[in-house]
């Protein structure tokens, strides 16, 4: 498997710009949650989507973000207009959760980020 | 609502001594726990978790913690520090809900 698939790595936009992130599940999983890493703030979580339907977007900073799960096994994550305070190692996760899940299903698969600037 | 504290932020060890990282929870149910470790640029690993089961958890590259229920600790440890361990450790709960809520991380640094 190849594991949680980000892109694009790094993205550099100008302020006001509107940039989407994007997601690969794991597959078989079917829990998918967006952290945003920050100096200040540390690793928070934005949303989480349960098979493709957000459970928890408590998180999310204001109207400017919004994800989605168009299929089970891809998310966006998209921010717009874009703001310098967005700048920030953003995170996707993928888990399988559901009653028959294992010890062994228990904890998150990371992406391995991208880093956003806004300049 | 479900939290850990991890004190301070930056610990250093000599190669071969040990390392502990310290964590404490806070949780209204019986937590799950977990630690991730985060090597520069890239995302988190997981490095062992505590479900319930025994409560001395083993883990990858050497890693173990003890769940502790009287001191609401889950504290990571490895008897030698390698030069490969340098890397951010980060401590998470999960409680009710399916998320996980993170610790502030520590940065390890091993010395030569």
């Known amino acids: 498997d190849a594991g949680v698939i980000q892109s694009p790595r790094h993205e550099v936009t100008e302020m006001g710009q509107e940039v989407t992130l994007r997601c690969k599940l794991i597959s078989g999983h079917n829990s998918l949650f967006w952290y945003r890493q920050t100096m200040m703030r540390g690793l928070e979580l934005l949303i989480y989507f349960n098979n493709n339907v957000p459970i928890d977007d408590s998180g999310m900073p204001e109207d400017r973000f919004s994800a989605k799960m168009p299929n089970a096994s891809f998310s966006t994550l998209k921010i717009q207009p874009s703001e310098p305070r967005d700048s920030a190692v953003y995170f996707c996760?993928?888990?399988?959760?559901?009653?028959?899940?294992?010890?062994?299903?228990?904890?998150?698969?990371f992406g391995s980020g991208t880093r956003l600037t806004v300049v | 609502a479900q939290s850990v504290t991890q004190l301070g932020s930056h610990v250093s060890v000599s190669e071969g001594a040990l390392v502990l990282l310290r964590c404490n929870y806070s949780?209204?149910?019986?937590?799950?726990l977990f630690w991730y470790v985060q090597y520069p640029n890239q995302g988190l690993q997981l490095l062992l978790k505590?479900?319930?089961?025994?409560?001395l958890v083993k883990g990858i590259n050497g890693f173990e913690a003890e769940f502790k229920k009287s001191e609401t600790s889950f504290h990571l440890t490895k008897p030698s520090a390698h030069m490969s361990d340098a890397a951010e450790y980060f401590c998470?709960?999960?409680?009710?809900?399916?998320?996980?809520?993170f610790g502030k991380g520590m940065k390890l640094t091993v010395n030569p």
């Open positions: 998470a709960v999960k409680g009710g809900s399916e998320k996980l809520v």
């Open positions: 996760a993928s888990s399988l959760v559901g009653w028959d899940r294992g010890p062994e299903d228990y904890g998150y698969t």
């Open positions: 505590y479900t319930s089961a025994a409560t």
């Open positions: 949780s209204s149910v019986p937590p799950y």
